[in-house]
């Protein structure tokens, strides 16, 4: 059974940086799609990146595009999101998500519903 851990997460002032990382025990993490969806208090999940089996073709959402880095390190089994110029409106609470679909491994969503492990999620605080 896949079992995801975050972290990472932190206080940091607006412009900063983080790194999150998500760390699988019980599988291999290369044979999942991995995506990382947030949710701030009061508003929705929003996914944020994913990235498929080819690590060369990720995806963000409009609001991170050029902030956000996602990628895989599968000798550690672990991926991470590499968060730079943070915003007041990146504060949320932060979830590695991961799906084994063969759809997803080709193509990821950031869509929340297709995935179906997740894990515990990590605070990221942005303010001065």
């Known amino acids: 059974q896949l079992q995801l851990v975050e972290s990472g997460g932190g206080l940091v002032q607006p412009g900063g940086s983080l790194r999150l990382s998500c760390a699988a025990t019980?599988?291999?993490?290369?044979?999942?799609?991995i995506a990382w969806i947030r949710q701030a208090p009061g508003k929705e999940r929003e996914g944020v990146s994913c990235i498929g089996s080819n690590a060369s073709d990720p995806y963000y959402s409009r609001s991170v595009e050029g902030r956000f880095t996602v990628s895989r390190d599968n000798a550690k089994n672990t991926v991470f999101l590499q968060m730079n110029s943070l915003k007041p409106e990146d504060a949320a609470v932060y979830y590695c998500?991961?799906?084994?679909?063969?759809?997803?491994?080709?193509?990821?969503?950031?869509?929340?519903?297709?995935?179906?492990?997740w894990g515990q999620g990590t605070q990221v605080t942005v303010s001065s």
């Open positions: 019980g599988s291999t993490l290369e044979y999942y799609a």
């Open positions: 998500a991961a799906d084994p679909s063969p759809r997803l491994l080709r193509v990821c969503e950031i869509d929340s519903n297709e995935y179906l492990y």
